[in-house]
């Protein structure tokens, strides 16, 4: 028998590396909202009283980004003085170049067709990835909505926790705020909760271990534990520092696409190093692991496997992939061989297949960044790479 602990944490949509995220996607999405072919890798920075947006854009639409930095900060809960950064009040300063044409005509115009290798009728074969690199996706049976247990608490105990701000059943909170959550393992199965932790920016005054730490077991830690481990006799730190009156970008200055360890699966899977928000869908960065956490997915709820990873590689200016790689950690369910030429047959990973299948040329980004960009409930319009939509297929072709 083998025992561990895996730790995972998230953070609010007030950390101040979250409101860089969410203020690089609401651009994002206000530019596809105008402009769906638009090409955006948008960076923002926030200290104290002060925003900066850079990066390259090339859109036929027009955007007011101050507008829009000042209405997403606000909405997030900075919006008056007294907490010492007002969306509001501070500044912006925007600097943003076009995308490079050296870039641009390796998406525009991939080497297949530059090079004539490409189909003549394969519209598919066009577009090449952005940049090369390599992307993972993943999924598990640990939880309903397929993703490592750990990291979806800490989500879910995240959002319970500006829940209980914005609604105002805790009212002395703040927007920034942390969460961590460890579970013990036993043969590669959670079994106890054993730590949770939670950090929260309040208001002056406010006594930690007579008002906080009741207030937040109630209203937030006991909420977003599964019922299985709800009695589980788990260890509770709240604030550990004993006061955390100063946060946000005030507290610590943040940057667009430092959490990408939470924006995925909690450290429970590996990375390709890519960020995520401030990208439109033309970077594989983005739009490739979306695309194949919607593969791991639709391979665990098929049955394939209890536990699925697909890495994908892509070439800059090429639309095939250089390399697709499937592993289930000796939890298959068929032959991996087959699950790999199943993956092959059933999903095409070049990226303007991908933008049809996933419907990602609109302005659908802004929900993505905070609280994670897998795990979440999926619908017609937004979170697409949940959708268990090839299970059939796969199930015809693996014999399950």
């Known amino acids: 028998m083998s025992r561990w602990t895996f730790t995972s944490e998230s953070v609010t949509e007030g950390h101040p590396d979250k409101m860089a995220d969410q203020i690089s996607d609401a651009i994002l999405d206000a530019m596809l909202e105008q ?12 200290t104290t009283g002060l925003v900066v947006v850079a990066g390259e854009i090339t859109t036929s639409g027009f955007v007011d980004i101050p507008s829009v930095v000042r209405d997403t900060i606000n909405e997030i809960g900075y919006d008056r003085d007294s907490l010492d950064f007002n969306g509001s009040t501070c500044g ?4 943003l170049d076009e995308q490079s044409p050296d870039i641009a005509q390796g998406v525009n115009d991939s080497e297949e067709v530059r090079s004539g290798r490409s189909g003549e009728d394969d ?23 397929l993703m490592p247990l750990p990291i979806h608490v800490a989500h879910r105990m995240a959002e319970q926790l500006t829940e209980a ?39 002056p005054g ?44 005030v507290g610590d200055c943040g940057l667009t696409g430092r959490k990408i360890i939470v924006d995925t699966y909690g450290g429970y899977a590996r990375h390709g190093g890519g960020a995520f928000s401030g990208k439109d869908p033309s970077k594989v960065d983005r739009s490739a692991a979306y695309a194949t956490r919607w593969v791991a997915k639709n391979l665990v709820a098929a049955g394939a496997a209890e536990r ?5 590689a892509y070439a ?11 592993e289930t950690f000796g ?50 319009d937004l979170f697409t790479w949940e959708r268990t939509d090839r299970i059939d297929d796969l199930r015809s072709a693996l014999g399950l």
């Open 206 to 249: 406010i006594d930690r271990d007579g008002m906080i730490r009741p207030d937040l077991i109630e209203h937030v830690i006991r909420p977003a534990v599964p019922a299985e481990f709800a009695d589980d006799d788990f260890e509770v730190f709240v604030n550990p520092t004993g006061n955390f009156v100063v946060g946000g970008p």
């Open 123 to 145: 519209a598919l074969d066009r577009q090449g990835a952005g940049d090369q690199g390599m992307m993972f996706g993943y999924a598990c049976r640990e939880t309903e909505v």
């Open 35 to 46: 402009d769906s072919e638009s090409r955006v890798a948008c960076e923002t920075m926030v």
């Open 92 to 95: 912006v300063m925007v600097s």
């Open 308 to 312: 699925c990873e697909v890495q994908v």
């Open 331 to 380: 939890t298959e369910n068929v032959d991996p061989d087959r699950i790999a030429t199943s993956i092959n047959e059933i999903f095409d990973l070049r990226p303007a297949a991908i933008l049809r299948d996933l419907d990602l040329r609109r302005p659908i980004f802004q929900p993505t960044a905070a609280y994670g960009h897998f795990g979440r409930e999926s619908s017609e």
């Open 316 to 326: 800059i200016g090429v639309a095939r992939p250089v390399s697709v790689l499937v």
């Open 165 to 203: 701000r914005k609604s105002g059943q805790v009212p002395y909170l703040r927007p920034d705020g942390k969460t961590q959550v460890s579970f013990e393992y036993e043969d590669g199965r959670p079994v106890r909760l054993k730590t949770v932790l939670v950090s929260t920016q309040h208001n």
